[in-house]
T-cell receptor
Framework: GAGVSQSPSNKVTEKGKDVELRCDPI?????LYWYRQSLGQGLEFLIY????????KSGLPSDRFSAERTGGSVSTLTIQRTQQEDSAVYLC???????????FGQGTRLTVV | KNEVEQSPQNLTAQEGEFITINCSYS?????LHWLQQHPGGGIVSLFM???GKKKHGRLIATINIQEKHSSLHITASHPRDSAVYIC???????????FGKGTKLTVNP
């Protein structure tokens, strides 16, 4: 595709349900990042994938959060047993040259009710 | 105290004015990024700096490693520059970024 694609663009879920957010990076980009932007807050790093290396999961806020990247391309961020404080915009970015040339998706706005 | 502090939080300017947004950080870094977030939420990476100064069109970014400070300047500002500008720093060899809370810029015609 022409850019980083995220789906869904909006997701409303009930507290306690699991959700999956998808990111389709730009073809050929080996690096993929997930960030979170809560209302009124700055961006927060969640997880980073680079090629076949072990992902940097140091930003995941709890063990309810997990992410995988299949075949070095599409990534899925999964939030189990969602809580209201998980409500945020979840942004994905991909790059072929590290963060200097990262391209961001439009984000998934998650609302937990 | 946030590791990355931006000022001002909000900035309103008239078209044509010279804009400066500041970023101070308290940790050792390997690089500093300036990002632009448009009202619709899309984010664009503007600059990555590890030293000195970079220029792209009407945008100029500078960094002083000793003072742990960076500035983003916009010359001849235009309403289309209205956006949130975010400073982010990368520590050591990590790809993890620590973000400032952003500066909301509004340029009026």
């Amino acid at each position: 595709g022409a850019g980083v694609s995220q789906s869904p663009s909006n997701k409303v879920t009930e507290k306690g349900k699991d959700v999956e957010l998808r990111c389709d990076p730009i073809s050929g980009h080996t690096a993929l990042y997930w960030y979170r932007q809560s209302l009124g807050q700055g961006l927060e790093f969640l997880i980073y994938f680079q090629g076949n290396s072990a992902p940097d999961k140091s930003g995941l806020p709890s063990d309810r959060f997990s992410a995988e990247r299949t075949g070095g391309s599409v990534s899925t961020l999964t939030i189990q047993r969602t809580q209201q404080e998980d409500s945020a915009v979840y942004l994905c970015a991909s790059s072929s040259q590290g963060l200097a040339e990262a391209f961001f998706g439009q984000g998934t706005r998650l609302t937990v009710v | 105290k946030n590791e990355v502090e931006q000022s001002p939080q909000n900035l309103t300017a008239q078209e044509g004015e010279f804009i400066t947004i500041n970023c101070s950080y308290s940790v050792g870094i390997s690089a500093l990024h300036w990002l632009q977030q448009h009202p619709g939420g899309g984010i664009v990476s503007l600059f990555m700096l590890s030293s000195g100064k970079k220029k792209h069109g009407r945008l100029i970014a500078t960094i002083n490693i000793q003072e742990k400070h960076s500035s983003l300047h916009i010359t001849a500002s235009h309403p289309r520059d209205s956006a949130v500008y975010i400073c982010a720093v990368r520590q050591g060899g990590s790809e993890k970024l620590v973000f400032g809370k952003g500066t909301k810029l509004t340029v009026n015609p």
